[in-house]
């Protein structure tokens, strides 16, 4: 997955013939549970109407920072409709933003260090900064694309078990 779908989300449309509560109690019984961690498969649910529902592989070695298919779920003339987005979970989103505004905060200091310098002796160590600060900068990306290598996979058996649980069509939503 691009990092760019990660953080701004592909969008998708959810139309199922079941009410918004039926729906509810369809996926419920046989998604796993967000809190328990050793699910494999699809967890979550329909919280607060909002579906959230993300795959989970193996509990040792899983990214928890995947992807999740969220948006609210609304009752229509005949069922239910979603307008969903497959994208970072929001906490991830804020890691991404702190780490990086810490990285900044830590250039600035070495700037200001190296400008400041009066023959300390500060200078001789700036390869070494620069080198952990380029290996902090790429760290998260290269997990990033390591954890959600799968994605496309894990969001197809999301589709999957969504149309055998509830019945419901799953389209590209059109741009707005």
């Known amino acids: 997955m691009l990092l760019v779908d990660y953080f701004k989300g592909q969008r998708f449309e959810l139309r199922s013939p079941l009410s918004p509560e039926d729906f509810k109690a369809t996926i419920e019984p046989h998604a796993?549970?967000?809190?328990?961690?050793?699910?494999e498969g699809i967890v979550g649910g329909v919280y607060w109407g909002r579906l959230r529902l993300s795959y989970h592989g193996s509990p040792l070695f899983d990214y928890n920072a995947k992807p999740t298919l969220s948006g609210p779920i609304t009752g229509s003339g005949k069922g239910s409709y979603g307008y969903l987005s497959?994208?970072?979970?929001?906490w991830a989103i804020a890691f991404f933003g702190f780490?990086?505004?810490?990285?900044?905060l830590m250039v600035s200091v070495l700037a200001v260090i190296v400008m400041t310098d009066n023959g300390g002796g500060e200078l001789a160590a700036i390869p070494f900064?620069?080198?952990?600060?380029?290996?902090?900068?790429i760290?998260?990306?290269g997990m990033h694309r390591l954890g959600t290598r799968d994605s496309e996979n894990e969001l197809k058996a999301i589709f999957d078990f969504l149309t055998k649980q509830t019945?419901?069509?799953?389209?590209?939503?059109?741009k707005v």
Not at 86 to 90: C, D, E, F, L, Q
């Open 86 to 90: 497959y994208r970072a979970p929001t």
């Open 167 to 174: 019945d419901a069509s799953i389209t590209p939503a059109t």
């Open 139 to 141: 760290v998260p990306i």
């Open 32 to 39: 796993g549970s967000i809190f328990w961690p050793f699910k």
């Open 129 to 137: 900064f620069t080198l952990i600060l380029v290996i902090l900068a």
């Open 99 to 104: 780490w990086y505004l810490m990285m900044v």
